[in-house]
């Protein structure tokens, strides 16, 4: 068996390992460096930024810690450069572990010539052009930020996330349209670097598509750190004269202004579909990306497409998972995974954390549910450590109000959303109670270690 996959992102280059360590043998065909978006351009680089803006913030406290005052300037060269030091070192990590005899990389940019053929043109030269073939293709070619169709969203200067990791300075003021993952992640860190920020966010929330408690309460936090955020506000136009640009949006029916040194376009993303001939063979395609069914299969049953292609799940990994359940289902495998159990990270300061279903979810299914609240502020470690603005919400299966067993059996842990330090972290515990299908009646017999964050969890059982 021979497996063509297009994209060298996580759901592209962890899937070709995979395939080699299970002797499959497999064409990997990226156009770019290989980690993809999440190793270039994504996850990591904003984590190695997210770092720094953390040191600044304990920095600032220093008179808390004993120390007295610090008088310091951020080098923001240096803080670019650690940042591609360790971009740099994974990527070196990925190439090594793609030097495999059963993985042939090939560099260029790839699309479809026929059903079974892969057409790749290296270095944009097209008289260089190379089929492949083989009897699987799995494409993984990601995603692209989106923009606005407003005046002004073309301007030169406007960036996207990709452009503001490439910044060669700190703007004295940044404003930050929209306020979803990846724009609060920006704030955060560029707040801590010293940028008057400012978010505008269409919805009713931030981080429209997590609990509406956590995002209120984050929101308050961002707000306490002397982030400006504007919900329920439509962004109007961009205008720019030499010194700054000036952003227009509408917020109750009144128009305000906002004015910044740098924009950032923070909008969502939306799967790269565009050059690989996808309606030429007749893939599937919706506004969102690649359709796929439960094995992440197109219509074309020898095609797959995993990742943000799909436009399921814009997380690197989902994209990973995505990856196995394909390769699985090519090579006859049963696979368990359950895809609906994904657990998904904000890491503004503090961090937020969600897995599972949300209370607004279970009620607009119907779902009898009762919620378990707790506090970092009564959180040994959370005290210690002083960070004890956060809070954790646990979302549980209870009987029915004319005491049926609703869906769920009673206790079953349905959800988890926190916000607070480490929430990232914090939140594989329930992912992890969540997959094993645990009960609240399960989890009360694990033992936490005193004193850790982890417990605030336990702290909600006893809520
Ligand atoms: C600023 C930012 C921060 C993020 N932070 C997080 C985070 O903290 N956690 C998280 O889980 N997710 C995060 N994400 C999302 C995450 O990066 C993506 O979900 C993930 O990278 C998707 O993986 P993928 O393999 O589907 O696609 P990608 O990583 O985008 O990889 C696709 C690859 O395909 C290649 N390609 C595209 N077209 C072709 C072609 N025609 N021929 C050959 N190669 C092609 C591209 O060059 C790219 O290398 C972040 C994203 C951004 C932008």
Redesign the pocket.
């Known amino acids: 068996m021979k497996i063509i996959i ?7 280059y962890e899937t070709a390992v995979l395939a080699a360590k299970r002797g499959v043998e497999t064409v990997l ?10 190793l ?4 990591i680089p ?2 190695s930024f997210c770092k720094n803006a953390e040191f600044v913030d304990q920095l600032q406290e220093s008179e808390i810690y004993g120390v007295g005052k610090l008088d310091f300037k951020l080098d923001f060269t240096k803080v670019a450069e650690r940042k591609n030091a360790v971009v740099e070192q994974l990527r070196s990590g990925v190439e090594s572990l793609l030097k495999n005899k059963l993985i042939t990389l090939v560099r ?4 479809f010539k026929d059903e079974h053929t892969v057409s790749v043109i290296p270095n944009e030269d097209a008289s260089m052009t190379q089929d492949y073939t083989a009897d699987y293709i799995i494409v ?4 692209v ?1 989106a923009t606005l169709p407003i005046p002004g969203s073309d301007l030169p200067g406007i960036l996207t ?2 452009e503001l ?1 490439d910044i060669d300075h700190i703007p004295d003021r940044l404003c930050v349209i929209g306020g979803g ?2 724009g609060l ?1 920006f704030a955060s860190i560029f707040r801590s670097f010293g940028s008057e920020v400012t978010v505008i966010e269409y919805c009713k929330d931030i981080l429209p598509r997590f609990d509406t408690d956590l995002a209120k309460r984050l929101k308050q936090s961002l707000t306490k750190r002397g982030i400006e955020i504007n919900t329920q506000s439509q962004v109007l136009s961009i205008a720019r004269n030499d010194m700054e640009y000036e952003v227009s949006f509408s917020r109750k029916g009144k128009e305000e202004k906002v004015h910044a040194d740098k924009v950032l376009m923070a909008v969502g ?1 939306r799967a ?1 579909l565009g ?2 001939n996808f309606s030429d063979i007749g893939v599937g395609t919706s506004s969102k990306g690649v359709m796929v069914n439960e094995f992440m299969q197109t219509n074309i049953p020898h095609i797959y497409a ?4 799909n436009g399921q799940m ?6 990973t998972f995505q990856g196995i359940v394909a390769l699985d289902h090519i090579m006859g495998i049963p696979n368990e995974i359950d895809l609906n159990v994904m657990p ?2 904000v ?1 503004t300061a503090p961090e937020a954390a969600s897995v599972g279903m949300t209370e607004d979810e279970c009620k607009e299914k119907g779902i009898p549910v009762k919620c378990l609240k707790s506090f970092f502020r009564a959180n040994g470690k959370a005290q210690t450590m002083g960070e004890t603005d956060g809070f954790c919400k646990i979302v549980v299966a209870a009987p029915s109000k004319d005491g049926e067993e609703g869906q769920y059996p009673e206790g079953k842990i349905l959800g988890c959303h926190l916000y607070g330090p480490h929430a990232s972290d914090i939140i594989q515990e329930a992912c992890a109670l969540i997959t094993c299908k645990a009960s609240i009646k399960d989890f009360e017999k694990i033992i936490h270690t005193h004193p850790t964050l982890t417990e605030v969890l336990q702290s909600a059982l006893h809520a």
Do not use: Q, Y
């Open positions: 297009i994209g060298a992102g996580p759901g592209g065909i990226e156009a770019g460096p290989v980690g993809g978006t999440c270039n351009e994504g996850c904003t984590k260029g940019r790839a699309f993984a070619t990601g995603s930020s996330s990709k990791l993952v990846i992640e993303r790269a050059s690989l995993v990742g943000d292609i814009m997380l690197a990994h989902a994209a998904a990270a890491f």
